[in-house]
């Protein structure tokens, strides 16, 4: 019998990281870290028991380096060793560039990019160590092309990509994949409080003429995460109706 993988998808109790952290029950042990909501995140593991899948939950503030420890600590030990790593957690903090205080600057830099960079970091050299390994990054397109109002956002997702080529190029030899998956406009709680106008505004440039739904992101977290992209590495791949396309 072969031993199912490990994962831990980082902010998994709602959204995007939850949609992940379902399809990787499939066929890993799956670690569900949330940071505030504990029912929700609760509620997945219990859904995935009852599928006959293996979910532990882990609390931690991705943005502390002794929650990030602690949590890739508490996978390892009630899990195994950490196979596959999704850095899904973020939130945004918008603001005009000329506006944004420095709070608003640090906070989305250390959630979106520092905990995502720091916990590629921690479970690296265990992969490289056994010879197979897979990190999923969770951008944004904002982080390739900007968008007004969030030079915070754009900047954390932005350096997501460049520390993705980088550890890409580290690990290849290695057995171990790092890739990004650039979302465009998702249907989740995120995105819920976007007022009407804004919404029908970006609809107006999705060539799909629909925003996506947090399944369709999930679906290339898990592609990336398994043994089908064993040949993929340092690629940032933009799912977005097509939003990117039209802005050229
Ligand atoms: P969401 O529905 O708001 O969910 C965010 C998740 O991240 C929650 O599980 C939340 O945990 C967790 N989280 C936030 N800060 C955290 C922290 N410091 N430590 C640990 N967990 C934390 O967001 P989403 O739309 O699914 O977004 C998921 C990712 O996709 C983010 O990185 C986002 O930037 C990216 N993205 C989203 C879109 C979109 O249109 N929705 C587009 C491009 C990129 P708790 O609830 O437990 O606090």
């Known amino acids: 019998m072969t031993v199912p993988r490990v994962a831990l998808v980082t902010g998994a109790s709602r959204g995007i990281g939850r949609?992940?952290?379902?399809?990787?029950?499939?066929?890993?042990?799956?670690?569900?870290?949330?940071?505030?909501?504990?029912?929700?995140?609760?509620?997945l593991a219990d859904q995935i028991a009852v599928a006959g899948g293996r979910a532990i939950l882990v609390q931690g503030d991705v943005a502390e380096p002794e929650d990030r420890r602690r949590m890739v600590d508490r996978v390892t030990a009630e899990l195994g060793p950490i196979d596959v790593l999704v850095n899904n957690a973020g939130?945004?903090?918008?603001?005009?560039?000329?506006?944004?205080?420095?709070?608003?600057?640090?906070?989305?830099?250390?959630?979106?990019?520092?905990?995502?960079?720091?916990?590629?970091?921690?479970?690296?050299?265990?992969?490289?160590?056994?010879?197979?390994?897979?990190?999923?990054?969770?951008?944004s397109v904002v982080g390739i092309a900007g968008n007004a109002g969030q030079a915070n956002y754009a900047a954390a997702k932005g350096a997501m990509i460049g520390l993705t080529a980088d550890l890409a190029l580290t690990s290849a030899a290695s057995g171990v994949t790092i890739n990004c998956v650039a979302p465009g406009y998702i249907n989740t709680d995120a995105t819920a409080a976007m007022e009407q106008q804004y919404r029908d505004a970006w609809l107006e440039q999705i060539p799909m003429r629909r925003w996506g739904d947090a399944d369709e992101i999930a679906g290339v977290i898990d592609f990336l995460a398994?043994?089908?992209?064993?040949?993929?590495?340092?690629?940032?791949?933009?799912?977005?109706?097509?939003?990117?396309?039209?802005?050229?």
């Open 91 to 139: 939130f945004v903090r918008d603001r005009l560039v000329l506006r944004m205080s420095l709070e608003d600057w640090d906070s989305v830099w250390e959630a979106n990019f520092e905990g995502a960079a720091w916990l590629a970091r921690e479970v690296l050299p265990a992969m490289a160590k056994r010879g197979w390994g897979r990190i999923v990054n969770v951008a």
């Open 19 to 43: 949609s992940t952290a379902c399809r990787l029950a499939r066929w890993a042990a799956v670690a569900i870290n949330y940071h505030r909501s504990e029912a929700p995140a609760r509620a």
């Open 226 to 248: 398994g043994d089908d992209a064993a040949y993929i590495t340092g690629q940032t791949i933009v799912v977005d109706g097509g939003l990117l396309l039209s802005r050229r």
